[in-house]
């Protein structure tokens, strides 16, 4: 039966890979969305009010579960049903990856694979396919993954909108699906998963770089790419921020995560406008080029946000910068692989099951850095326990 359900699936997805289009959120082009001077734009057509309250509320809420284990605590927990997903194992887990194509997945990757060899003896199997930052390619991934037998499907999505209808149809295939990282317009899978999320880190970030860059001053934000919920969601809970302190945000830029994009734009605002007295950044990755842009210029670092990545860590005690790191911990990526084996084991899984989110302020800098792993290492990989550390991150 579900052979056939599976291949009717199939048929429905090999249809989307031709139609399916995202409608882009902001600019693409890696130009302003907004004009220089005009402020933060239009919000997000992501934003959801209710969901931002929610994820505001959750960075002060007490997690559930093991107390050293954060990829295993949720926050809120809602528990649903599984008990029609049990089957006996060992089991065949397949992934449908988004990409890897920067290092924070990268880190997120290698500690998911260290995650399904310590569950060795409860998986048989593990399918993962990349679909290198392309929606078209992601549908067809999952539609070659439905005729492969999987026991379970996890979906990292690269984009929502265009890989919903490709998720439903896992779904209805009878596969017990889990998303996390990034999130799809269904309720179909049996749990989505990913921290407290993109309202909490922007919000975290911009209410930090607001209260500490001087009145009046000018703020840059940069982005990655539009589309993403999780990005999306992290820009409009900014703009709420910067909105609400009446900051000059003289310009949103997306830099594609290219430090030497970045260098350029922030180069180029400081040209134009002599200074820059605040740095907003919807990711981490490119947060040291930045830095690096305003000590090329001979001008003094504003306060900036970064994430956990270990260079912009070393960088931030070396320099003594006013930063903040909101985070979107690499041990996310260990909880879908425990989800799906709770799940064949038709045991109850939180629906959504959302994660601490913790944040490296100058107070806790010292704790999370580590001088002997590599630059493009995230501190909150949550791995250290997990075989092959730490040779298999360097």
């Known amino acids: 039966m579900r052979r056939r359900i599976a291949a009717l699936a199939a048929v429905t997805l090999l249809s989307l890979v031709g139609c399916a289009t995202d409608e882009p ?5 890696g130009t ?21 309250d929610n994820e505001l509320s959750l960075l002060a809420a007490a997690p559930t579960g093991p107390a050293d284990k954060p990829w295993e605590q949720a926050l809120n927990p809602t528990m649903v049903d599984t008990a029609k997903f049990k089957k006996a194992g060992p089991h065949k887990l397949c992934f449908s990856n988004a990409a890897l194509n920067n290092p924070w997945r990268q880190v997120g990757f290698k500690t998911m694979q260290a995650e399904v060899e310590a569950q060795r003896s409860r ?3 593990f399918v993962h396919v990349d679909a290198e930052g392309k929606d078209q390619k992601q549908i067809a991934d999952i539609n070659d993954l439905l005729g492969k037998d999987c026991d379970a499907l996890i979906v990292s999505p690269n984009t929502t909108a265009t890989l919903t209808p490709a998720v439903e149809a896992a779904c209805a295939a009878g596969l017990p699906v889990v998303v996390f990282d990034r999130g799809v317009n269904t309720k179909c ?10 309202y909490g880190f922007g919000h975290v970030g911009a209410e930090f770089v607001s209260q500490n860059m001087k009145p009046g001053g000018k703020l840059l934000a940069l982005r990655i790419l539009p589309g993403v919920d999780v990005l999306e969601t992290r820009w409009s809970a900014a703009k709420v921020a910067f909105d609400k302190a009446k900051v000059d945000v003289v310009g949103v830029e997306f830099t594609d995560g290219d430090p030497a994009k970045t260098k350029k734009i922030v180069d180029d605002y400081l040209q134009r406008h002599g200074t820059i007295d605040g740095v907003w950044m919807d990711a981490g990755a ?26 912009f860590l070393k960088i931030w005690k070396e320099k003594n910068l006013t930063a903040i790191a909101p985070t979107y911990p690499t ?64």
């Open 286 to 311: 490119v947060a040291v080029a930045a830095v690096e842009a305003f000590q090329d210029a001979g001008k003094p670092v504003p306060p900036i946000n970064g994430e956990d990545q270990l260079d």
């Open 189 to 198: 899978p049996v749990t989505f998963i990913n921290p407290i999320g993109g």
């Open 331 to 394: 041990y996310q990526w260990r909880t879908p692989i425990i989800a799906a084996l709770r799940i064949l084991d038709g045991q109850q899984v939180s629906s959504p099951w959302k994660l601490p989110q913790p944040t490296v302020t100058r107070e806790n800098l010292d704790s999370y850095l580590d001088p002997d792993m590599p630059p493009l290492h995230y501190a909150m990989c949550g791995c250290t326990d997990l075989p092959g550390y730490p040779q298999r991150w360097k």
């Open 32 to 52: 302003s969305s907004a004009a220089a001077g005009a402020g933060t734009g239009e919000q997000s057509k992501f934003f959801v009010q209710a969901d931002y």
């Open 123 to 125: 998986i048989k199997e």
């Open 25 to 29: 959120a902001a600019n693409p082009s």
